[in-house]
């Protein structure tokens, strides 16, 4: 299992990539059990009322999460480029600059 973080303004999201050897959570949604990588995340976005409140930088905003969307990926590479690319997206839907959110990889074994 690896971790792959982002980290920008100072607050964090971190998601789960079971690679082939592990086993990947099974519940309505999960990707096909034959998929070799499974990437879980959670997705969030920013809202007027309700939520969680978040500071993000010099920002106060509210958050609202979204179910984990597991997906699977025959390469661990393919893997690793769609977790990068999920995680900077859910900084840049509450307004943080892609460029400014740094990964990291942590190995869960």
Known sequence: MLLIRGRAGGTALTGTLYEEEDHPPSFRGAPDESAPYTWVCDGFYEVESGGQLQ?????????????????????????????????????????????????????AD
Not at 69 to 86: S, W
């Open 55 to 107: 500071r993000v930088g010099d920002r106060e905003l509210r958050v609202a999460f979204e179910e984990p969307l597991p997906r699977g990926f025959e390469t661990r590479e393919q893997a690793i480029e769609a977790a990068k690319e999920h995680i900077r997206t859910q900084f840049v839907r509450i307004g943080v600059d892609a460029t400014d959110v740094a990964i990291e990889f942590e190995d």
